[in-house]
C-alpha cells in the first residue's frame, strides 16, 4: 500500500545537526473536489507525522489539506547517540504507517 | 445637485447590481477562506497572544505555476536549547479552501529550527508562517505567492 522513502545518515558526529528527509506515498485527498457527477470526494488525508529518536519525540507535524499529495517533510535534529529513529504517520480512514531508519552517532 | 441619472451611471449601478448577484451565488459554497478567516484560524491556534513580524524567514518561490505542489520552508534563528527554542511553527494561507497548511513542532532536540514541506495553493495569495518561542513570544513572516495553475478547486 504506502510506501515510504526516508534520508538518514548512516553515521554522524555526536552533537551534529542532521537533517532528515521523509516521503510517503498517499493521495492527500483534500474533501474539496467533486467527481465528474458532483459528488464531494471525502476528505482522505493524513493528519500527523511524529519523528522519535531512541522513543524520545523530536519533530512533529499536523498536516491539513493544504499539503500536497506524497507528503515530503524536512526536519532536522541532534545527533546525540546511536539507535533508532521511528518515523510514525496517522490519517484518515485508519491511515497508519510507521518506518525506522538506523543511525550510528561516534 | 440633481440632475437626471445618465446612460452611464445606470449602466454602472446596473452592473454593479448584477455582480452583487453573481458574487452571491457564488458565495453560496464558499469554496475559500478569507483574509479573515485566515485571522481566525491563526486566533484558534496561539490565542490573542501578540505576533511581532520578523525574525521568521519563510521560503515560498513568488512565482508557481503549478498550485498542485509548491515547495515551501520555513525556518528561525534559534539557539534551540532547553532554555531558549523554538516550539512550533504554523503556516497560514488566505485564500485555500482552508486556511491551515501545517504545524511543525520541534523540541530542544530538533537541532535546528526549521522544516520544509510541499503545498497546494488554490490561488494567488498571501503565505503567513507564524513561529511560537518557548518564552511565549510570537514571531511572523509573510510571502506573497503568484499562482498560474491553482490546486484543488479541480474536478477529477
Same mark, same amino acid.
Given at each position: %500500500?504506502?510506501?515510504?522513502?526516508? *534520508?538518514?545518515?548512516?553515521?554522524? $558526529? $555526536?552533537? =551534529?545537526?542532521?537533517?532528515?528527509?521523509?516521503?510517503?506515498?498517499?493521495? %492527500?485527498?483534500?474533501? /474539496? @473536489?467533486?467527481?465528474?457527477?458532483?459528488?464531494?470526494?471525502? @476528505? =482522505?488525508?493524513?493528519?500527523?507525522?511524529?519523528?522519535? /529518536? *531512541?522513543?524520545?519525540?523530536?519533530?512533529?507535524?499536523?498536516?491539513?489539506?493544504?499539503?500536497?499529495? *506524497?507528503?515530503?517533510?524536512?526536519?532536522?535534529?541532534?545527533?546525540?547517540?546511536?539507535?533508532?529513529?521511528?518515523?510514525?504517520?496517522?490519517? =484518515? *480512514?485508519?491511515?497508519?504507517?510507521?518506518?525506522?531508519? @538506523?543511525?550510528?552517532?561516534? | 445637485?440633481?440632475?437626471?441619472?445618465?446612460?452611464?451611471?445606470?449602466?454602472?449601478? !446596473?452592473?454593479?447590481?448584477?455582480?452583487?448577484?453573481?458574487?452571491?451565488?457564488?458565495?453560496?459554497?464558499?469554496?475559500?477562506?478569507?483574509?479573515?478567516?485566515?485571522?481566525?484560524?491563526?486566533?484558534?491556534?496561539?490565542?490573542?497572544?501578540?505576533?511581532?513580524?520578523?525574525?521568521?524567514?519563510?521560503?515560498?518561490?513568488?512565482?508557481?505555476?503549478?498550485?498542485?505542489?509548491?515547495?515551501?520552508?520555513?525556518?528561525?534563528?534559534?539557539?534551540?536549547?532547553?532554555?531558549?527554542?523554538?516550539?512550533?511553527?504554523?503556516?497560514?494561507?488566505?485564500?485555500?479552501?482552508?486556511?491551515?497548511?501545517?504545524?511543525?513542532?520541534?523540541?530542544?532536540?530538533?537541532?535546528?529550527?526549521?522544516?520544509?514541506?510541499?503545498?497546494?495553493? !488554490?490561488?494567488?495569495?498571501?503565505?503567513?508562517?507564524?513561529?511560537?518561542?518557548?518564552?511565549?513570544?510570537?514571531?511572523?513572516?509573510?510571502?506573497?505567492?503568484?499562482?498560474?495553475?491553482?490546486?484543488?478547486?479541480?474536478?477529477?
Amino acid at each position: %500500500m504506502a510506501s515510504a522513502l526516508i *534520508n538518514v545518515p548512516a553515521r554522524a $558526529r $555526536r552533537g =551534529d545537526v542532521i537533517e532528515i528527509k521523509t516521503l510517503i506515498s498517499h493521495v %492527500m485527498e483534500t474533501g /474539496y @473536489r467533486r467527481s465528474q457527477l458532483g459528488a464531494r470526494l471525502p @476528505r =482522505d488525508i493524513i493528519t500527523l507525522f511524529v519523528c522519535t /529518536y *531512541n522513543g524520545t519525540e523530536v519533530f512533529r507535524a499536523e498536516l491539513h489539506p493544504a499539503i500536497a499529495a *506524497n507528503p515530503f517533510i524536512v526536519f532536522s535534529t541532534v545527533a546525540t547517540e546511536s539507535g533508532t529513529l521511528a518515523f510514525h504517520w496517522t490519517g =484518515d *480512514n485508519g491511515f497508519s504507517v510507521t518506518e525506522s531508519a @538506523r543511525i550510528t552517532v561516534e | 445637485m440633481s440632475r437626471r441619472t445618465s446612460r452611464r451611471e445606470f449602466l454602472l449601478a !446596473a452592473g454593479a447590481a448584477g455582480g452583487l448577484g453573481l458574487a452571491s451565488v457564488i458565495a453560496v459554497e464558499p469554496a475559500r477562506a478569507t483574509p479573515v478567516a485566515m485571522e481566525d484560524a491563526i486566533r484558534k491556534v496561539i490565542g490573542s497572544a501578540r505576533v511581532t513580524p520578523g525574525r521568521v524567514k519563510l521560503d515560498v518561490p513568488p512565482l508557481v505555476e503549478n498550485g498542485n505542489t509548491v515547495p515551501l520552508a520555513v525556518s528561525v534563528e534559534s539557539p534551540m536549547t532547553e532554555a531558549d527554542h523554538v516550539r512550533a511553527i504554523h503556516v497560514f494561507t488566505e485564500k485555500n479552501p482552508q486556511p491551515d497548511v501545517v504545524s511543525f513542532r520541534f523540541g530542544s532536540r530538533a537541532g535546528r529550527a526549521g522544516a520544509a514541506t510541499r503545498v497546494r495553493l !488554490a490561488d494567488t495569495q498571501t503565505v503567513v508562517a507564524i513561529a511560537e518561542l518557548s518564552d511565549g513570544s510570537f514571531w511572523s513572516a509573510r510571502a506573497d505567492v503568484v499562482v498560474t495553475l491553482a490546486a484543488c478547486l479541480e474536478g477529477v
